[in-house]
């Protein structure tokens, strides 16, 4: 018998979810993917890249000319001027870029502290290199960083943090005076960061995004991650980057050459013409997404669920207390599928121990407004 190495993993709720919606017929608002597709230029370049020869390996870190674009668009979001080549890797997703960090520096009897709730992939990078996560609740109701707990949490052990900010699932945001407050939390400790800013261009309300990348201190000491998945409406392609100062990207880079060598060609071909002609698809997407946030909070202003609109990402939380306070989140999402038509992810599985009645589900509204009207017709009716 095989002794897992991981024995607490099964199936994801974001499988398991997307399996229900599609045996029930539900409208799935679980998983976070669009339902529409990305620009149509972008998915024609790829065809072309194809047609031209363009499928055999890339370099290891990635095609200089993606890779240029990436630092590109950093230096006009940011003010960060990042090396292309020596700051800049290319990965088969963020997911992986994540695992190749986290093997890169943790050694077992490391501990790794993230917050809850987090992305589900974190943990068990962790636990593969042998560290353990310290999970320290953020606080409720606005899923803010709880210094107190974060102080307390922090031992001669901790050799890493997993930030996430736009924050999946609540769509919180950290600010500049918090990152400024990390810095100084982990001045002088042999501590690193991982910042996981996947939905870095899917802020609302006018706010800006507050990039680690952005600020000097935090920066030498980080790995920030992104997706092409979410810019670029494209999650299927499983296409990201991370941006490191030298000496840690080169580290990230003996793991990453080992565990895919490289991303996929003619992806990084496409996304490198797009992001040159379209420079303005980015600073276009904090409209874009907030129109969907809008249209279907507004439609659900007419139903029993409670909520404050997500301040970033494409999810929003909703509060069920009103309508089935004896269901916890998991059976309130499977009914929500089955008898309603519309497949949520429950919150609690993205904790290590849920906060007690917790009573809160996650809709992903990176859907078509036809989709987001009759999901929010079903929720109005229970
Ligand atoms: N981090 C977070 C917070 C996410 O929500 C996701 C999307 N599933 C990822 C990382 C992974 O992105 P990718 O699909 O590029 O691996
Ligand atoms: N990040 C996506 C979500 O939160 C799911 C990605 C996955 O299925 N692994 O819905």
């Given amino acids: 018998m095989i002794i897992s190495k991981l024995p607490n993993v099964g199936t994801t709720i974001f499988t398991r979810m997307s399996q229900l919606a599609v045996e029930t ?24 890249h194809i047609a031209a020869g363009h499928n055999q390996y890339a370099p290891m870190t990635g095609l200089p000319a993606l890779r240029e674009q990436v630092a590109a668009k950093i230096a006009r979001s940011y003010g960060r001027t990042v090396s292309a080549d020596n700051e800049i ?21 490391d501990e790794v502290i993230v917050f809850g709730p987090c992305y589900d992939s974190y943990e068990p990078s962790v636990e593969l290199a042998g560290g ?29 943090i997993i930030l996430n900010s736009p924050h999946n699932p609540s769509g919180a945001l950290i600010s500049k005076a918090e990152l400024d407050q990390l810095a100084e939390l982990i ?42 998945g979410k810019s670029y409406h494209v999650t299927g392609w499983k296409t990201g980057y991370v941006v490191a100062p030298p000496a840690l990207s080169a580290e990230l880079r003996k793991v990453h050459q080992y565990v895919s060598f490289c991303a996929v060609t003619p992806l990084q071909c496409a996304l490198a013409d797009y992001m040159a002609e379209h420079p303005e698809h980015v600073e ?23 909520f404050t609109r997500a301040a970033g990402t494409f999810f929003q939380l909703v509060d ?21 038509g519309v497949a949520a992810i429950p919150v609690s599985v993205f904790y290590q ?27 109005c009716a229970i």
């Fill in 25 to 48: 017929g539900a409208l799935n608002l679980s998983q976070g993917f669009p339902d529409f597709d990305g620009p149509l230029a972008l998915r024609e370049a790829v065809g072309r």
């Fill in 89 to 109: 890797t290319i990965t088969p997703g963020a997911t992986q870029a994540i695992f190749c960090a986290v093997q890169a520096l943790i050694r077992a009897g």
């Fill in 132 to 160: 353990r996560c310290v999970h320290v609740p953020l606080a409720l109701p606005d899923f803010a960083i709880d210094w107190q707990r974060l102080n307390d949490a922090l031992s001669v052990n901790t050799r890493l």
């Fill in 187 to 228: 001045r002088g400790r042999d501590i690193y960061l991982i910042s996981d800013e996947v939905y870095e261009h899917l802020v609302f309300d006018g706010t800006k995004h507050v990039s680690v990348l952005a600020h000097e201190e935090l920066y030498q000491r980080a790995f920030v991650v992104s997706s092409f």
């Fill in 284 to 306: 276009n997407l904090p409209g874009f997404y907030q129109a969907k946030r809008d249209l279907f909070c507004d439609l659900l202003a007419g139903s029993r669920f409670s």
């Fill in 320 to 340: 069920y207390s009103a309508i089935r306070p004896d269901l916890d989140d998991l059976a309130m999402a499977e009914w929500l599928t089955r008898a309603h």
């Fill in 353 to 379: 121990q849920p906060p007690k009645e917790l009573r809160l589900v996650r809709f992903c509204f990176a859907k078509r407004e036809e989709t987001l009207r009759q999901a929010a017709e079903k929720l």
